[in-house]
């Protein structure tokens, strides 16, 4: 069979909500009220990328991501496609973790740990379907030989890691990255990626955007959510590329900071844990914010 995004889509949707997978099991939920939780909501967006699309070449620049990077073609020798996959979380996650910005949210750390189990299931179901049409697939993140490394280990002001799902999704066309450093699809920024690579020609997503903030309205409301300031207005180093008009407002990320309270919730509720108010009670949790005429 030869695929495109949407009859990946339609599949990993099927799989998604078959059955009571997408739901906060009675036996792993942090209290009562969450069993039954569902973790993500319809629809799944799926974007297609080339694996021979300049970015990717890009994305190994110290000012993108950094040396640790692998191109696809490292992943899969003769790669030819990323699929980038995004499932958005249920209102019911972003309304739990919107109560109090103080306080960690059982709900949003299901969400996390709970939904990335879900998620990874989800990455698994296209790696088999692209197996069966006898592509050879590979999932980075769930890869033996997946990691990244923090400022505070390099010393550079922002992570580095072998490969990063955003930076697919944005080259995959499902949207482009906000303030906060979050990537901001068409259904918003709450919610996970995984990406599969292939040697499996599928027709590319097309990009309708051209910088890489475009979907952020700058109204800075995910700064005003942090609870550590982690997110802040600053000078912007200049080898990094940002378009001129992005540079008038942009804020960059104390990623150490932000990495650092998400620990602490783990200490708190262990194994699970997770923080995320920067992508709720803001413009762009759900949907492409709209910018005011
Ligand atoms: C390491 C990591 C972390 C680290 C560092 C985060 C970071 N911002 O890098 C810590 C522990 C702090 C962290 C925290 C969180 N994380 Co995290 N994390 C990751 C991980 C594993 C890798 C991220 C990575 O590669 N960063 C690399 C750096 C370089 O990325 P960057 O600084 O954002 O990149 C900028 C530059 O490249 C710049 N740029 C400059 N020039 C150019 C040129 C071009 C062409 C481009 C494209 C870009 C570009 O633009 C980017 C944006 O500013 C991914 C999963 C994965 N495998 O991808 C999840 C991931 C990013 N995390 C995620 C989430 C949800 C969280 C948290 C909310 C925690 C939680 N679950 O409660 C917070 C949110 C923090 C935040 N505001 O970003 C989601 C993000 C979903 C989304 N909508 O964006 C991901 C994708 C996990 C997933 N599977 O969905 N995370
Ligand atoms: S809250 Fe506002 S500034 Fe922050 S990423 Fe979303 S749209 Fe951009
Ligand atoms: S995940 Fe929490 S600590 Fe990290 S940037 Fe977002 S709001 Fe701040």
Redesign the pocket.
């Known amino acids: 069979m030869q695929h495109n995004a949407e009859s990946l889509r339609k599949i990993a949707e099927e799989f998604l909500f078959e059955g009571d997978r997408n739901a906060v099991g009675a036996a792993d939920a942090l209290s009562e009220e969450y069993a039954g939780m569902p973790i993500f909501r319809t629809p799944v967006l799926v974007g297609i990328s080339s694996a021979s699309d300049p ?1 990717y070449r ?2 190994g ?1 110290e ?4 040396g640790l990077y692998r191109h696809p073609s490292v992943w899969v020798s003769d790669a030819k496609s990323v699929i980038s996959v995004f499932l958005p979380f249920s209102d019911a996650v972003c309304k739990d973790n919107s109560k109090d910005i103080n306080t960690f949210s059982y709900g ?1 750390m299901h969400a ?1 740990n709970e939904g ?1 189990n879900l ?1 990874n299931a989800v990455g698994i179901r296209v790696k088999e379907e692209i197996e069966s049409c006898g592509g050879v697939a590979v999932i ?2 769930l890869d033996g030989s ?1 990691r ?1 490394v ?1 400022p505070k280990t390099t010393g550079k002001p ?4 072998v ?5 697919a999704a ?2 995959s066309g499902l949207g482009t ?1 906000g303030l ?5 699809t068409k259904e918003g ?6 990406s599969i690579v292939t040697d499996l020609k599928i027709e590319p997503t097309p990009r309708d955007y051209v910088g ?2 475009e979907y952020c309205i700058k109204c800075g409301r ?1 700064i005003k959510n942090c609870p550590v300031n ?2 802040y207005k600053t000078a912007i180093s200049k080898d ?3 378009a001129d008009d992005d540079l008038k407002n942009i804020s ?2 104390d ?1 150490q900071k ?2 650092d309270y ?1 620990d602490l919730s783990e200490e708190m509720y262990y194994p699970r ?4 108010k ?2 709720v009670n803001v413009p762009c949790m759900n949907k492409r914010p709209k910018r005011r005429s």
């Open positions: 970015l890009r994305l620049d000012s993108v991501i950094g949003w996390r990335q998620l980075p993140s997946f990244y923090l922002h992570a580095d890691s490969w990063s799902d955003r930076h944005y080259i990255f906060s450093t979050c990537l901001i920024t709450a919610g996970r990626f995984i890489i903030y995910c982690a997110i990094r590329d940002i960059l990320k990623i932000c990495s998400v844990y997770g923080c995320g920067c992508q």
